[in-house]
């Protein structure tokens, strides 16, 4: 959780907002499924929304407001961590799916 926290960090988000740690929960999810598909409303959203006693609709509100503060204040950073540029701000899956891949594809790099 830590590579994720430090991630989530490096794109200018803080665990003063609400969605941090349910982006990071998200990302970890992802990580732990990596090679099935993914359907993030049904298998992440209501996981998080148990764990935190919330709703589905508040968790994708929230990682949604994560997604528009990276967008806005540090797209570079994040276009460097998703290897390409991006004309379109990603949707929450696919931010998820950035993030988390670029977590496996460095921890391979380690190996």
């Given at each position: 959780?830590?590579?994720?926290?430090?991630?989530?960090?490096?794109?200018?988000?803080?665990?003063?907002?609400?969605?941090?740690?349910?982006?990071a929960e998200?990302?970890?999810?992802?990580?732990?499924?990596?090679?099935?598909?993914?359907?993030?409303?049904?298998?992440?959203?209501?996981?998080?929304?148990?764990?935190?006693?919330?709703?589905?609709?508040?968790?994708?509100?929230?990682?949604?407001?994560?997604?528009?503060?990276?967008?806005?204040?540090?797209?570079?950073?994040?276009?460097?961590?998703?290897?390409?540029?991006?004309?379109?701000?990603?949707?929450?899956?696919?931010?998820?799916?950035?993030l988390a891949?670029y977590l496996?594809?460095?921890?391979?790099?380690?190996?």
């Amino acid at each position: 959780m830590r590579e994720i926290y430090r991630l989530i960090r490096q794109l200018g988000v803080t665990s003063k907002y609400k969605g941090y740690y349910f982006l990071a929960e998200a990302v970890k999810l992802s990580v732990e499924m990596q090679g099935r598909p993914i359907k993030i409303t049904k298998d992440i959203y209501p996981i998080l929304a148990r764990k935190y006693k919330s709703t589905p609709s508040n968790v994708e509100h929230n990682i949604r407001t994560l997604v528009n503060i990276c967008w806005i204040n540090h797209k570079e950073d994040l276009e460097l961590i998703a290897g390409c540029s991006m004309e379109d701000k990603p949707t929450n899956s696919e931010f998820i799916d950035i993030l988390a891949y670029y977590l496996n594809k460095t921890e391979e790099m380690s190996k």
